[in-house]
């Protein structure tokens, strides 16, 4: 593990930017309220960083944030503090906070600092110097909290990073490999009931109406199944997103079709009964998985 000193170095942070940071001690102490309230603002903004809000002791938190903000200003940069940004990066580990949120927020308390010196000191070169400081700082913050998820990823290694790479490879060009089989499956399928289809067209013109209609638009509801079930794979092999969707609807064309034989051989009314129950509950189920996916954000 890289010491504070080391890291300073690499991002050029020098004693002159320390000095800097520490100039803007009593401004930040006068801002320190409304940053709070803005950063504040920003987290219960987002709906994944509110959950974990709400779920904490928020006071604590909040002042754990401003303690946090102030450090930024002390002037005092050394190893203690590099272990002060590590613990803050492990309890976001610990919670469960996605890492693109530790960036997100970083961008808009850069953004609070940056703005509020621009608006803070008349000379340009002063300004200058100083966003530059802020800017190592928060760069800096960032990098060592980061580093916490790292950490994380490195302790789920089983064997090691280089063979489970290669066993992640192959599993996907494998799962790739069984998609294009049960795609030109589907294909093979389709053009069978296809055939069937025709078959059942065969049946109305010899006579049998009633018996070549039922079983055609049977014929048409598996076509249709077939079609759906084509299509969503192919999607799924473009990158899309798997639609479960898909797979009710199959269902609920199966038992249509199942019901509309049951019709043509005048079954008892209790297996009828049963099949309509059964298609209930499937639109039931359908229309609630819809509401679901309908709130998922698109990719």
């Not at 309230?37 to 401003?66: K, V």
């Not at 509020?116 to 002063?126: A, F, K, M, P």
């Not at 079930?229 to 990158?239: A, C, Q, R, Y």
Request: proline share 1%; net charge neutral.
């Amino acid at each position: 593990m890289m010491t504070m000193q080391e890291i300073r170095d690499h991002y050029r942070f020098s004693d002159d930017d320390a000095e800097l940071l520490l100039s803007l001690q009593p401004l930040a102490e006068q801002q320190r309220e409304r940053f709070s309230q803005e950063f504040y603002d920003y987290l219960y903004g987002l709906p994944e960083t509110a959950a974990i809000l709400n779920g904490a002791n928020r006071p604590r938190l909040r002042e754990m944030h401003t303690t946090w903000f102030m450090s930024l200003f002390s002037g005092t940069y050394d190893n203690h503090y590099l272990n002060h940004l590590t613990r803050i990066g492990h309890a976001h580990v610990k919670v469960g906070l996605n890492v693109h949120f530790v960036n997100a927020a970083m961008n808009q308390i850069r953004h609070f600092l940056l703005n509020l010196i621009d608006s803070s000191y008349e000379d340009r070169e002063q300004r200058r110097k100083l966003r530059e400081a802020v800017e190592k700082m928060l760069d800096i913050n960032l990098d060592v909290m980061s580093s916490s998820y790292r950490e994380e990823e490195l302790k789920k290694v089983f064997l090691s990073r280089k063979v489970e790479s290669f066993l992640i490879k192959a599993t996907e060009r494998f799962t790739y490999g069984l998609n294009l089989v049960l795609v030109l499956a589907l294909a093979v399928v389709s053009i069978a009931i296809v055939t069937m289809f025709g078959w059942d067209i065969v049946h109305v013109f010899k006579g049998d109406v009633e018996k070549g209609v039922f079983t055609a638009l049977g014929s048409l509801l598996i076509l249709w199944m077939m079609i759906e079930l084509l299509d969503n794979e192919i999607k799924s092999l473009k990158g899309g997103r798997f639609s479960i969707l898909v797979f009710i609807g199959v269902v609920i064309v199966a038992i249509i079709r199942e019901i509309l034989i049951s019709t043509l051989r005048h079954d008892d009314l209790k297996k009828q009964a049963f099949l309509a129950a059964t298609l209930l509950i499937l639109g039931i189920v359908y229309y609630l998985v819809s509401r679901v996916q309908k709130d998922l954000p698109k990719v």
